[in-house]
């Protein structure tokens, strides 16, 4: 099978990665669909497969991962999968090589020389994509992570409280920061948010230099494409990206952030917020905070989360729950069912 070359998105959901994900999409060199996230939602279940060297087991997971596809909310239309085929692009009986061959066979479909995942969290598999051949061009987008927490706490998704949400998106940059220093410069490429807003034909322009591949007009008129109206259709939190680009949508914690929050956040991420070059706005003490605090504090959170679960649109969580009951019944399997025989 061709090996096609690899882009990989990094960084922290609500950073606009749907949007600079179906403005690559425009390209046709490049085939960019809506992410199952199948690292971030297999990993964690891998013991319920048993030695993935069995041929059983290992076949089982293939059907799960194309499970998954195939239940995702914004679907991947006039792509059929076929999991025998799945198999024979396998060169190795792991996860990472399931994913690497759906993707290539999708992009194979679609005449494209490159696929790009926007599963961000694929930053945490950093070694996997690296040993299994992959070694895709990662793009590490990054937003300030004060609008990224407000953005977080309107949607279905992530923590909810601004300790939690300062301490993900803290985690999340000083990671993609050291993969930075560990990957080749010609397989790296920044862009911030707010600069990808204020200026998207520059920015553009400058990741398709990266990329070697002609910038095209159309990735500007992402709005009218088809990818965009079905992503947008498929939930709230992505209804932006059917609009033409809101260049004022920076620096919203000013107006919508309480003075605590805002300062907690800077407490904890402030020093990531520099080396971005972020302004902060708080003082700041040394004091670290009690552990007592933190425990109310996640208290809180778990009750915001599920909170905003029961105020979300159910038209939303219906389009996501048969990809979580999926998930849940793995779960919940006796993994000795896939053990050796």
């Keep these: 099978m061709k090996q096609h070359k690899a882009i990989q998105i990094i960084g922290t959901q609500r950073s606009g990665s749907n949007l600079l994900r179906v403005m690559l999409n425009?390209?046709?060199?490049?085939?960019?669909?809506?992410?199952?996230?199948?690292?971030?939602?297999?990993y964690p279940l891998l013991s319920k497969y048993g030695d993935l060297n069995n041929e059983f087991n290992f076949m089982k997971l293939i059907d799960d991962v194309c499970l998954l596809i195939e239940l995702n909310p914004v679907p991947w239309e006039g792509f059929?999968?076929?999991?025998?085929?799945v198999r024979q692009h396998c060169e190795a009986n792991t996860l990472v090589e399931i994913f690497k061959g759906i993707y290539n066979l999708k992009a194979t479909q679609s005449k494209a020389?490159?696929?790009?995942?926007?599963s961000m969290s694929n930053m945490n598999y950093f070694e996997q994509l690296e040993a299994s051949g992959i070694e895709p061009y990662y793009i590490y987008l990054y937003r300030d992570g004060r609008d990224v927490s407000l953005s977080f706490k309107q949607?279905?998704?992530?923590?909810?409280?601004?300790?939690?949400?300062?301490e993900k998106w803290k985690k999340d940059q000083e990671l993609c920061l050291k993969l930075k220093e560990q990957v080749p410069s010609h397989r790296f490429f920044?862009?911030?948010?707010?600069?990808?807003?204020?200026?998207?034909?520059?920015?553009?322009?400058?990741?398709?230099?990266?990329l070697n591949i002609p910038f095209n007009e159309a990735m500007l008129t992402y709005f009218n494409s088809s990818e965009s109206i079905k992503t947008a259709s498929s939930g709230k939190m992505w209804q932006n990206i059917t609009q033409p680009i809101i260049k004022n949508n920076y620096n919203k914690f000013l107006q919508d952030m309480p003075v605590e929050e805002l300062t907690l956040?800077?407490?904890?991420?402030?020093?990531?917020?520099?080396?971005?070059?972020?302004?902060?706005?708080?003082?700041?003490?040394?004091k670290p905070i009690l552990n007592e605090?933190?425990?109310a504090y996640s208290v809180e959170n778990e009750y915001l989360k599920a909170n905003a679960i029961l105020k979300a649109d159910q038209a939303d969580i219906s389009k996501k729950k048969e990809q979580l009951q999926l998930l849940k019944a793995i779960a919940n399997r006796d993994s000795f069912h896939y053990a050796n025989v």
């Design 293 to 295: 605090v933190i425990e």
């Design 26 to 42: 425009q390209i046709q060199d490049i085939d960019a669909p809506h992410p199952p996230h199948i690292l971030q939602r297999f």
């Design 190 to 210: 920044s862009i911030s948010y707010e600069d990808l807003i204020a200026r998207p034909q520059e920015v553009l322009n400058q990741l398709c230099l990266f």
């Design 265 to 286: 956040f800077e407490k904890i991420a402030g020093n990531t917020l520099s080396k971005l070059n972020y302004k902060l706005y708080t003082k700041q003490d040394c």
């Design 80 to 85: 059929k999968l076929n999991r025998n085929r």
């Design 155 to 166: 949607a279905i998704v992530g923590p909810k409280h601004i300790y939690h949400l300062a």
């Design 113 to 118: 020389t490159y696929w790009c995942c926007k």
